[in-house]
Nanobody, 123 residues
């Protein structure tokens, strides 16, 4: 079983930055960690993914160059550094853990999900 707890959301102005954290317990059973987001009235979408033990990191085109996903294995924590935020980044952000994903961009491959943290970017 993997439990995920997100933190770090909040209200920020356009162009500002936030860092989200996702603390995981039991992460040794998962291989990849991902961030997804769901804006009001929209479907949840992929943001970024990172493996616990080296390998490729993935980003959605909409955040490439602005967001950075990272991990601290000692703390069992994954981060999402979000810079140059835009109003369209406003969403609830979820972290998720995948045991053995065939495609890290797709939600069905994730086995555990956090409760989400709200990010609001004001214009």
């Amino acid at each position: 079983q993997v439990q995920l707890v997100e933190s770090g959301g909040g209200l920020v102005q356009t162009g500002g930055s936030l860092r989200l954290s996702c603390a995981a317990s039991g992460r040794t059973f998962s291989s990849y960690m991902g961030w997804f987001r769901q804006a009001p009235g929209k479907e949840r979408e992929f943001v970024a993914a990172i493996p616990w033990n080296g390998g490729a990191v993935y980003y959605a085109d909409s955040v490439q160059g602005r967001f950075t996903i990272s991990r601290d294995n000692a703390k069992n924590t994954v981060y999402l550094q979000m810079n140059t935020l835009k109003p369209e980044d406003t969403a609830v952000y979820f972290c998720a853990a995948a045991l053995n994903p065939a495609n890290v961009r797709l939600q069905p491959y994730y086995d555990y999900w956090g409760q989400g943290t709200q990010v609001t970017v004001s214009s």
